[in-house]
């Protein structure tokens, strides 16, 4: 029974729920750093930590970088009410920590540390009313313990007054045996009551006050007893004192009976609501823990959910990106050919067969601007007939009005482009192709039978326009540099590095394979004196009119060439000696049928003599069929002008001498 002393033990508890407190801190620290919550941890450091508290006059910590280190290594815990005191200070400042998190931290870690934080308190909890059970039921067992040693004391007063009687009217000492038995027993038993009750001042001041007249009393038994038995007036005295006695005796012990027996309802009742608290708070630990198990199963239900989920994401998401890959390796082959392609026609194969398999459509054509740039025409299909006209204005289509993607699908009621007619259940797609800010044409799809162009579709026929656009500008580019590398800027015909090439070319296919070969060499009739009198530019516009009139009246494979000033040099393969005459007499006489004005004036009659020479007749390499041309050119020019003449063939000597 000494563990029920009282005040002591409220203050241990106390101290102990502190040391918990701090401990439970750290533990739900550690939670927070192993889900990397580092900032959740010092935010949890911080609305547990005092800035300026004081604690007996001492300071506890001056910074919260000491007072994390006290709480690590659980320092503070010494004081009573340390840990509550430093709670409640921090709790005035919890909705300034609250602000401060801003939510730093998910709903399901909050759930967790919640679910965590009840657990530990609920079993505290439990615990801490088990504890006060096991007092209540303490303190009302010492209670019937003191009630049972009160009955006990006031019965062995009153076997001693019986005793005392029994021997007075007997004189016989076997009636003093229960007297000497209760002497004995008395002082051990008061001793006992006072232990009992050290906790209660108003039973400690009844115990005082009993000890003297139960002195007496069994004193005066004593003497009683040993007293002359002749002598009435003092028996008469003492047995009046020993009345007095015992009834001051048993006030005394039935006031402490009284007390006790408040006491003892008291300690019952509380009893009561302790075991009502305890299973309150089983009811609520239960409820709790149903709580959190039902909590539990559904978070992890729900993850098994969002794991088949990530799971499925994960299979689309792979098997989008093979379908990824696979398209940017056929992209990426598209691209190596049509960097090796020599033309534009070369390279527009290549795109209508790459786009055929890239693309998942039912129908597809590239459309490029003409030279023009007032109409767009049809460079290449593929799939199945397109009901896109093959040429049309540029306002036909609305993506190059826009600048953008344009989109038809009749399911949202969009706009239908011009130039494709009866778009009545077509799904299209029409992707400008820029490259360097200039728009090349575009890349129109169609679908049919309702069937729609998604979104990844339209990405993919984005990244090949863009690829288109790039090839297209670089093979126009290419044709641009090859073009200047051997046509001439002025007339458009070919230069004169390129006539030596084809002509060195021609003559050694015509020996290999045994065909005529003719050329013939040109020179408009007095330029000179046409400068003179009409100017540099008059002369100029000349010879652009006879380059362009050159590049309409030649055959396919014929070369027109301009070999310096205003002389001209025509090859023509495979062509018969007749053949080359036929055409040059028809140059003649389109040159001199020729009605130019420049600039409102006109530039009088024009006119051109021809040189011809043949291979092998008039030499079997290129140098030497020029020089005849030449002197063929010369002789024209001798006899009028206007004409033509055919090399002489070179005799034997003349030939060796060449």
């Not at 890959?325 to 534009?344: F, Y």
Request: charged share 25%.
């Amino acid at each position: 029974m000494a563990a029920f002393t009282g005040g002591q033990d409220d203050v241990g508890s106390e101290q102990l729920f502190g040391i918990h407190l701090v401990e439970f801190i750290k533990l739900v620290a550690k939670i927070a750093m192993h889900f990397n919550l580092a900032t959740l941890c010092d935010d949890v450091l911080n609305l547990f930590t005092p800035q300026h508290t004081q604690h007996g006059g001492h300071p506890v910590a001056g910074t919260t970088a000491e007072a994390s280190q006290q709480l690590s290594n659980g320092m503070g815990c010494d004081k009573q009410l340390f840990c509550l005191k430093w709670v409640a200070i921090q709790a005035q400042q919890f909705r300034v920590g609250m602000n401060r998190i801003q939510f730093k931290f998910k709903l399901q870690y909050l759930a967790f540390l919640l679910a965590m934080a009840v657990i530990p308190l609920m079993i505290w909890l439990q615990q801490r009313s088990m504890e006060e059970l096991k007092d209540s039921r303490g303190w009302l067992s010492q209670s019937y313990t003191v009630l049972d040693h009160v009955d006990h004391l006031r019965g062995s007063v009153e076997q001693a007054e019986a005793a005392r009687r029994g021997f007075l009217i007997t004189r016989q000492r076997v009636y003093l045996g229960p007297y000497f038995m209760v002497r004995e027993q008395i002082p051990d038993e008061l001793a006992e009551i006072k232990r009992l009750t050290i906790n209660s001042p108003a039973q400690q001041k009844k115990i005082l006050a009993l000890k003297p007249p139960l002195d007496d009393l069994l004193g005066l038994i004593a003497l009683d007893i040993n007293a002359d038995l002749n002598n009435a007036h003092d028996q008469i005295l003492i047995t009046h004192r020993a009345k007095e006695l015992i009834e001051q005796c048993r006030s005394i012990l039935e006031d402490m009976r009284r007390d006790e027996s408040v006491l003892l309802d008291t300690r019952r009742k509380d009893l009561d609501q302790h075991l009502n608290d305890l299973g309150i708070l089983l009811a609520g630990s239960i409820a709790t823990f149903m709580f959190l198990l039902a909590y539990s199963f559904l978070t992890l239900y729900r993850e098994v959910i969002q794991r088949r989920q990530i799971e499925q994401g994960l299979l689309t998401s792979q098997a989008s990106n093979e379908v990824t890959v696979k398209n940017l390796s056929l992209i990426g082959e598209m691209t190596s050919l049509l960097q090796a392609c020599s033309d534009s026609d070369e390279s527009l194969r290549v795109v209508a067969q790459f786009a055929s398999r890239l693309l998942n459509a039912d129908s597809g054509t590239l459309y490029l601007f003409k030279e023009s740039r007032n109409q767009i025409e049809s460079k290449t299909h593929w799939g199945e007939l397109a009901r896109s006209e093959p040429v049309f204005q540029p306002d036909d289509c609305w993506a190059l009005r826009r600048g953008e993607a344009h989109v038809l699908d009749n399911s949202h009621g969009s706009l239908a482009c011009k130039h494709l007619h009866q778009p009545i259940e077509v799904s299209s797609l029409c992707m400008p192709i820029v490259a360097q800010g200039n728009v090349l044409g575009i890349l129109h799809l169609e679908n049919f039978g309702g069937r729609i162009i998604d979104g990844s579709e339209i990405d993919l026929t984005h990244n090949l326009a863009g690829q288109i656009a790039l090839a297209l500008a670089s093979a126009k580019l290419r044709d641009s540099l090859r073009s200047l590398s051997v046509r001439d800027p002025l007339t458009g015909l070919f230069n004169r590095r390129y006539m030596e090439e084809s002509l060195k070319r021609e003559v050694a296919t015509a020996q290999r394979k045994n065909r005529p070969f003719g050329l013939a060499m040109l020179d408009i009739d007095h330029f000179k004196n046409f400068n003179d009198t009409f100017g540099h530019e008059a002369g100029d516009y000349l010879l652009r009119e006879v380059g362009a009139l050159f590049i309409s009246k030649l055959r396919q494979g014929d070369v027109a060439c301009r070999f310096g000033g205003e002389e001209f040099v025509m090859i023509y393969p495979e062509a018969s000696p007749e053949v080359v005459v036929s055409r040059a007499n028809q140059l003649r006489e389109s040159i001199y049928a020729m009605q130019l004005q420049h600039f409102g004036h006109s530039l009088g009659q024009v006119s051109a003599s021809f040189g011809l020479a043949f291979c092998p007749e008039h030499g079997d390499s290129g140098e030497q069929l020029l020089r005849a041309a030449d002197i063929a050119l010369y002789r024209a020019k001798e006899n009028g002008r206007n004409r033509v003449e055919i090399a002489i063939k070179p005799t034997p000597e003349k030939l060796e001498t060449t």
